[in-house]
Nanobody, 123 residues
Framework: QVQLVESGGGLVQAGGMLRLSCSAS????????LAWFRQAPGKQRAFVGA????????DYADSVKGRFTISRDSAETTVYLRMDRLTAEDTAVYSC????????????????WGQGTQVTVSS
């Protein structure tokens, strides 16, 4: 079992920066790929990016590549999502998820989910 808790959401102006955190707890949390997904109003949940367990290899959706950065602490149990140059299109509920697989972007392949945190970008 892995428990995920997100924090750091809020309201930011377009062009601004926000950093989200996801704390993963559970005996084997460090073995999981940790990813971020987002769901905008009226849209399906979409993959944002992920970081592999050990090594720090990352994978990003094209829509955020170059603007968003995912990192993980040395204990491998907290993952961060730094979001730069935010636009109104980035407004969504952002959720953290965990999978034992790597390079997977489908929600079906993530076994554990956090409750989500709202990010609102004002234009």
């Amino acid at each position: 079992q892995v428990q995920l808790v997100e924090s750091g959401g809020g309201l930011v102006q377009a062009g601004g920066m926000l950093r989200l955190s996801c704390s993963a707890s559970g005996r084997t949390a460090g073995n999981y790929t940790l990813a971020w997904f987002r769901q905008a109003p009226g849209k399906q949940r979409a993959f944002v990016g992920a970081i592999r367990s050990s090594g720090g290899t990352t994978d990003y959706a094209d829509s955020v590549k170059g603007r968003f950065t995912i990192s993980r602490d040395s204990a491998e149990t907290t993952v961060y999502l730094r979001m730069d140059r935010l636009t109104a299109e980035d407004t969504a509920v952002y959720s953290c998820a965990a999978s034992l697989l790597w390079l997977v972007r489908s929600t079906l392949q993530y076994h554990y989910w956090g409750q989500g945190t709202q990010v609102t970008v004002s234009s």
